[in-house]
């Protein structure tokens, strides 16, 4: 087993968080880990291919808008009507 250090207020909300639900701090916590994996989905590679398609589909939306297509999104401009 691990120990780590962390601030008294910061202890004392975790382990209300457990009680509340009937579990020890270190049941609170291993469930909490268990259920939200630190790492997300996938290898770096999958990860990066995924970000990759991604930014891919963005361009192919940009590519559809005019050349030169301009979007004001100013406040005046939104609200020029209200003043």
Same mark, same amino acid.
Do not use: C, K, W
């Given at each position: ?6 601030? =008294? ?5 975790? &382990? &209300? ?13 291993? &469930? ?20 990759? &398609? ?8 940009? =590519? ?20």
């Amino acid at each position: 087993m691990t120990s780590i250090s962390l601030p =008294d207020d910061v202890v004392a909300r975790l &382990q &209300q968080r457990a009680a509340d639900r009937g579990l020890s701090l270190v049941e609170y916590l291993t &469930q909490h880990a268990n259920e939200r994996p630190l790492d997300p989905p996938g290898t770096p590679s999958e990860r990066a291919a995924a970000l990759e &398609q991604f930014l891919a589909s963005m361009r192919r939306i940009g =590519d559809r808008l005019p050349p030169g297509h301009v979007v004001d999104d100013s406040r005046e401009s939104i609200y020029d009507d209200r003043a």
